[in-house]
């Protein structure tokens, strides 16, 4: 069995006035994580990560992976949305990663995504993290670890990055934004947030992560091994969402594939 990762995190995004702060400390931690656990990690870190680095990287982790391997891909940055042409989105948008050219190369579709998913063996397993977008309200959890004066959204508007004369009609944009990526075709998504939610970049003891990352790792340092995936997951929202972090994190997968065992 292989076990292999890719871990993406992009601060920086030219043009469109909409940099990040923790994105990049969030793809060093799960890294770090990860290869403890012994996985092959590569790291795509701002100007690594352009839209066709990003597309190399995903389908070459995937491409020679056999059964019984196991690939992790984390995701920590803006999340858009274009509109959706092939008539599969209800609301009709397409949800998206943004790539650090973004805004002259474009977005990286959830379409795109499950495509490259897709071409995986049987019995290949993928789990794909994703640290980005979304907005909603709530009050719970703990907050005296976060920083004063954040945090800020991992969405990135349309009108931030798109050319004027491909911007969507205005009744289009006013609907609010969404996570995404449940058609991405992996095993397991765990995403920041639910769909009418934003994820969050802001601080902790003077260091910069996304909200999400740094209570997923808290939470699997303080659970008990060999945990699953669903306990995890419960771990985690005992920590978000939270008064100033109002984000759900969500967990989608069959039953079976939520009792595997994290990173195994």
């Known amino acids: 069995m292989t076990t292999k ?49 990003m597309v190399a990287a995903i ?20 999340g858009t949305w274009v509109p959706d042409r092939n008539g599969d989105e209800p609301d009709g948008r397409d949800e998206a990663l943004c790539p650090y050219d973004l805004s002259t190369k474009g977005a990286l579709l ?14 290949v397993r993928i789990v794909l993290i994703s640290d980005s977008c979304h907005s909603g309200s709530v009050t719970r959890g703990l907050d005296e670890e976060l920083d004063p004066g954040m945090p800020k959204i991992r969405f990135m508007p349309p009108e931030a990055w798109m050319p004027k004369d491909q911007l969507p009609p205005a009744q289009l944009r006013t609907v609010a934004p969404r996570a995404g990526f449940t058609r991405a075709g992996g095993d397991l998504l765990l995403a920041g947030c639910q769909d009418t939610e934003y994820s969050w970049d802001t601080s902790f003891n003077g260091r910069p992560n996304g909200a999400f990352t740094f209570y997923a790792l808290k939470a699997l340092r303080d659970a008990k091994p060999p945990a699953t995936y669903e306990a ?11 008064t100033r972090l109002p984000q759900s ?16």
Not at 232 to 242: D, G
Request: hydrophobic share 40%.
């Open 110 to 123: 959830d379409d795109d995504i499950h495509a490259l998913f897709s071409r995986r063996v049987a019995g």
């Open 232 to 242: 995890w997951f419960n771990k985690i929202r005992a920590y978000l969402p939270s």
């Open 249 to 264: 994190p969500q967990i989608f997968g069959t039953k079976s594939a939520r009792r595997f065992k994290v990173f195994a």
């Open 59 to 78: 389908g070459g982790i995937i491409q020679g992976a056999v059964k019984g391997d196991t690939l992790i891909l984390t995701y920590s940055g803006h």
């Open 5 to 53: 990762a890719l871990c993406i995190g992009i601060n920086d995004y030219p043009g469109t006035g909409n940099d990040l702060s923790g994105c990049v400390n969030d793809a060093n931690d799960w890294a770090s994580e990860l290869k403890g656990r012994g996985f092959t990690v590569s790291i795509l870190l701002d100007a690594m990560a352009t839209r066709a680095a």
